[in-house]
Each structure stands twice: as C-alpha cells, then as structure tokens.
C-alpha cells in the first residue's frame, strides 16, 4: 500500500518531482537539467539554496552591477546589467566638455543602475504566478490544485496543497481566503469558491485515509530540533524539517497539539475530526509530540541543548489575553474571550448570564458571540471602537452573527466599568469620532467630550486582543529579522550567548494573525533553520527552476462561469442553536462546476 501515500502516487506518473507531475500528460516540459528524479526534499533543499545564493547575488551587485547575476547563473540579464556602467561612461566621457548638469543627471543614472541591478540580482528568477496563487501568504498552488481536482484526482490535489500548507482542513474551512479576492473570474461573475475547493480536496482525500511518510536522507540522521509550541506555526515547521529529514520533536503546554485552532475556534466553523486529520497529517512525517511540556518552567534552552538538540524554533503564538483596566474576574462576570472560548471547546462552558456584552470588533468577537448564542445568550451585543465598515472582522463573519441575532454597537469606547453589588452592571461609555493608530500600530480613538452614556450588561466577555507569552526570554535577548514579510526572527543574546540557536515565527513574532500566515511563517522558519544547520548539504542543492509550462487553448467566458456556487450552510434559525458545522461541504457536481470555471492563469499569464 506504501504507493498510496500521496509522495508516492505521484512516482507512478512519469517522474516524482510534484511540480512537474501535476502538468498533464501532453503538456509536460521538464525543467532543464532535471534529471527526472528529483523529490520533494531535493526541491525543499534548491529552495533553501536558492533564497542563499538570492543573498549572495545582492550583495555582489553592490560591489559591481551583474556581478551577482553571473553568480546566480543568470548570465544574460548578467552581461546586460554590466556593460550598462561602461556604457553611460563611454557616453559622457566622448561628450565631456566640463562637468555641467547633465553629468550631475548621469550620476544620479549611476546609483538608479547599481540600485536596479542589485535588486533584480537579489529577486532572482522570477516565476510567474497566478494571481491566487501571488495573493496566498503561503504560496499554494491554487490554480494546479483546482485542475487536479477538476480530473478527480483528489490525492494528488491534497498533496499538493500539503506541499505548502499543511492545514488543508483548516485553511478549506475558515481561511480569510485572500486568494478569492484576486481571483480574474472576480472581473467576470464572481471569484472560484477556491477555499472550498481546497474543503473539497481535504476531505476526498483524508477520508481516503492515505497519511505521507518522512522523506528521510540516505540513512544519515538529520539535524535535531525542538519546536516550542504545537499550534499551525510550530506544527508547519515541524512538517517541513521532518520532509528535510530532521529529527523533530515538538513541545507545548497543552496537553494535545493544535493551538488556537485546537483550543480556540469554535466546533461549528472548525470541527473535531478536520482537526485530527491536519494535526495527523505533519504527526504522520515522524514529529515527535511532548504535550504537558511548558518552556520556561520544564524546559530551557539549556536543558534541550543538553539533550542534544541542535536548534529550538519558538512558535508560543500571542495567546495572553489583554485585559481592560478596571474589569474584575470572573466571579464578577469579567471574561477574557480566549478562556471563555477554550472552555466552551473543553466541554466546561460557561453559560453566560442576562444582557451579555463582548467587547472587540475582530473575528474573535464575533467568535466568542456566536458560541455565547450557542451557549443560551439572547440579547447580545458586540461593543467595539470601529464602525460597522471599519471594524477588522470579516464582513462575511459579521453578517453571519447578525443572521444568528447578535446585535452591534459600533463606534464606542469603555470609560468605566460599573460594578454593584459584587457583579457588573455595565460600563460608561464615550462616542468615537474616529480611530488612528500609533507608531506601533495600535489603535488610538478620539472620543467625543461629553458624549457619555451608559451600556447595561450582566456579562462581559473581552475580546480586545492578546499578546505573546514572552516572559522566558532573557532580558538581554534581542530579534534580528530573518524574514520581515514572513515574521521569522533570530534570537540573538548578546555577550552572553545562547548554547544553542533559537529562532522566532508564528503569532509570537506577528501578533494575532491568521493560519495561513502562521503556517507560512513556521514553514520559512523551517528552511532557515535547515540552511543554518546543513550548510554543506543545502550547498550541493541544485536544480533550474526556470520551468515553462505549455499553454492549453483557453476560453475567456461562459455563461454559466459567471454563476458562482457556493457550498449549503445550516440556516440561522438551526445554527444558533448548534454546535453542528455550519457550512458543509461542495456535492461532486458543484465542485466540478467551480472547477470547470477556473481559467488556469498561471498558462498564460
Ligand atoms: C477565536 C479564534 C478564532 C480564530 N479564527 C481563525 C480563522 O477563522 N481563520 C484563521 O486563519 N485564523 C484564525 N485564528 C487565528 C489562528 O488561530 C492563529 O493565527 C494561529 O493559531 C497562530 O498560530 P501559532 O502557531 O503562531 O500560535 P498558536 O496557535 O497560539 O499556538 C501556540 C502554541 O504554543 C503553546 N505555548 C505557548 N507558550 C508556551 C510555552 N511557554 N511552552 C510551551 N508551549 C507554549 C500554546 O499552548 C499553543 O499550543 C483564530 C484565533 C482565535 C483565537
Ligand atoms: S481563475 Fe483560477 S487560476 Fe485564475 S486567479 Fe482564479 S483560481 Fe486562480
């Protein structure tokens, strides 16, 4: 059975590098100077590789524009990059009559040629992508995904999305899919329902019961790694070390891996069994879990050197709530949102008493709104600074808890908490005429004077946010970037150095975030991590990425393309009083239908 695994299935086409199998017969091209058996480690390894020699060749520009081409093997870009300078100089020197405006012009010209070139050297090869595929923060393959799907090949399309983002699940269920806003059939009906496309191939797939393997090196033992924390950022690391064929091992507070997604986010948006087969899915690669493990207290940075591992990865997520001054405990009828959701998952919820307010205008408050209905509050409403347009929640997540009867107060800051009788009555409140956000991007509201008034509530639930559990690091512990876009950092510990090298990524480096983004996050953290440890092996990676696909005949429009399905929900009247999922998954007929209507831009872009 061992050819079911979705690595291997793709052996039994014509070559087993996964970008190339999922051309189609007829319209495969190899890369050139692939030799055809090149795997998914090789091409984890040519992607640490090449991220070093984009490094390099940035550098070597500054010395000399093209200098840094020729060391990426871009020879022709190279050569015209280089004789640009002696080119202009051979221009102003045969006209030279004193230096005048024009040289000074020439200058300029000078330092945009060497600031052009050292940027192009540094981009490197630059691959064409569809626009769904640009917008994805991990970069899935949307459009090779859809078509394998569209051909009923289930398997290979998990597999594929597996290649960059192990919460095929997840990410098919409660993604802010930015992909769908740039989706080209926007501009002609609506966008391909892409997230529940991915739904789709999650759950062909998994339900075929077919889990990946490590791809191990030749019998040489790969470095060994301690990740802290088990949620989506910790857990992608995790899965792309132990396809490079590291030897991981994961650690986290809780007693079972997941995360936020596991403590956090609500059955009805994300239920049980989707979890397991994501969490199963990076397990399966041969990750070790240490749940009951909390960093700081039963582990140090010491203690992991000391039992040999070679490099710690910190993906604590931001899971410490942020508190309003003034509010009490929860015997007063305080709720932070994030012990209040947990508990309602943990199967000890809290049943919230009278006129219930949540405070907060992002997803999570919405979240913690929808489980509170669930939960028997019938008059609730969410409180927050912004404007019903303004407020950071998905408008789709807004209008669903509107249907469930949530009702809103936009526009409104706490000035006081009222507490009688050793229970919470309500706050003071101010109007807000507009919000700004600081240097550091928080968020600072204008009130208007004199505009109090007064809120009533029996409960509060807080949903303003959370921050990281840092508190472990030592105080002399600074961050150097790795990756700015993808929130990966390096500890750095001064004088005083660490035994072993410990890096950032996830939530704990971005702040509250998104799946997607915490998976990408964890997944680059994983490359640098390999590249720092194996130098020697990364080096020897090579592989011409510059492949080419053919085009296939393209057909701009069809009526019926303009008519986008959507998956069946639970109507609101029945999901307000479940915890069931609410949206279910495409029928066959309608996921052939989205998958009929995608264009398959990266052909022809
Ligand atoms: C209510 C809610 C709803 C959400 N809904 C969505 C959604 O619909 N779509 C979406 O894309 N994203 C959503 N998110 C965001 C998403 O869950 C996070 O962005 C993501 O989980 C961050 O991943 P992470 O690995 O960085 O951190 P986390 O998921 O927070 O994982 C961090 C892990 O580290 C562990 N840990 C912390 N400190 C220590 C320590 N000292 N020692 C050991 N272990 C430690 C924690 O126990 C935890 O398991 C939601 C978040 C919440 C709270
Ligand atoms: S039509 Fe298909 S390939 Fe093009 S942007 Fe939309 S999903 Fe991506």
Not at 196 to 202: D, G, I, V
Not at 433 to 454: C, L, N, Q, Y
Not at 459 to 464: L, N
Request: proline share 6%.
């Amino acid at each position: 059975m061992d050819f079911l695994r979705p690595e291997n299935l793709l052996q039994f086409g014509y070559k087993d590098c996964l970008l190339c199998d999922v051309e189609r017969k007829g319209e495969e091209k190899r890369c050139r100077r692939c030799s055809g058996k090149v795997g998914q480690r090789d091409r984890l390894l040519w992607e640490i590789n090449r991220e070093r020699i984009r490094r390099i060749a940035g550098k070597l520009s500054l010395i000399y524009p093209g200098l840094g081409h020729f060391y990426g093997g871009r020879i022709l870009p190279g050569i015209f990059w280089a004789s640009l300078i002696p080119l202009s100089l051979g221009l102003v020197l045969n006209v030279w009559q004193g230096p005048t405006l024009g040289h000074a012009f020439l200058l300029l010209a000078f330092g945009l040629i060497w600031f052009l070139a050292r940027r192009d050297a540094a981009r490197g090869y630059a691959e064409r992508l569809a626009p769904c595929q640009a917008a994805c923060p991990s970069g899935v393959d949307v459009p090779d995904y859809i078509a394998l799907l569209r051909e009923g090949r289930a398997l290979e399309s998990l597999a594929l999305v597996h290649d960059r983002l192990p919460f095929a699940a997840f990410c098919g269920r409660a993604c802010p899919h930015p992909c769908e806003q740039k989706c080209v059939r926007g501009e002609y009906g609506a966008p391909i329902s892409i997230m529940s496309l991915k739904r789709r191939a999650a759950d062909l797939g998994y339900a075929a019961g077919v889990i990946p393997s490590s791809e191990l090196g030749d019998g040489v033992p790969g470095p060994k790694v301690a990740i802290i924390g088990a949620g989506p950022a910790g857990l992608s690391a995790a899965n792309t070390l132990a396809r490079l064929g590291s030897r991981v091992t994961v650690f986290d507070a809780q007693e079972e891996p997941g995360g936020m997604i596991r403590y956090s986010v609500a059955d009805f948006r994300f239920p049980r069994e989707a979890l397991i087969a994501d969490v199963r899915t990076v397990l399966a690669r041969g990750v070790h879990f240490q749940g009951g493990k909390t960093f700081g207290r039963d582990l140090t940075f010491e203690s992991l050197a000391a039992d040999g591992f070679e490099a710690v990865l910190l993906a604590v997520g931001a899971g410490e709530a942020i508190r309003l001054p003034g509010a009490g405990g929860e015997d007063e009828g305080f709720y932070d949102a994030l012990a209040f959701l947990a508990r309602a998952k943990g199967g000890r919820p809290i049943h919230p008493r009278g006129r219930v307010v949540v405070i907060g205008g992002g997803n999570v408050a919405i979240d913690v709104a929808r489980v509170a209905v669930r939960l028997g509050a019938d008059d609730l409403t969410i409180a927050c600074l912004e404007s019903l347009e303004t407020m950071p929640a998905f408008s789709w997540e807004v209008e669903e808890a509107t249907a469930e009867g949530a009702k809103f107060l936009p526009g409104t800051a706490v000035k006081k908490f009222l507490v009688r009788d050793g229970r919470v009555a309500g706050f003071e409140a101010l109007r807000v005429e507009r919000i700004e956000f600081d240097a550091k991007g928080r968020i600072v509201p204008h009130t208007v004077s004199g505009s109090e008034f007064e809120v009533r509530a029996d409960t509060v639930i807080m949903a303003i946010g959370s921050r990281a559990p840092l508190e472990f690091l030592p105080p002399q512990a600074s961050r150097g970037t790795v990756d700015r876009a993808l929130h990966v950092c390096r500890l750095l510990f001064g004088e005083k150095r660490s035994k072993i090298p410990a890096y950032m990524c996830g939530d704990c480096v971005r702040g509250p975030g998104t799946v997607v983004e915490a998976s990408a996050s964890g997944r680059r953290a994983a490359l640098n991590i390999y590249g720092d440890l194996c130098v020697e092996e990364v080096r020897k990676a090579r592989f011409a990425d510059n492949y080419r696909r053919r085009t296939e005949p393209q057909e701009n429009d069809r009526p019926e393309w303009r008519v986008r399905r959507n998956p069946p929900r639970l109507p609101p009247e029945q999901s307000r009083r479940t915890f069931e999922e609410v949206e279910k998954g495409f029928t066959a007929d309608c996921a052939q239908h989205e998958a009929d209507r995608c264009a398959r831009c990266n052909l022809w872009l």
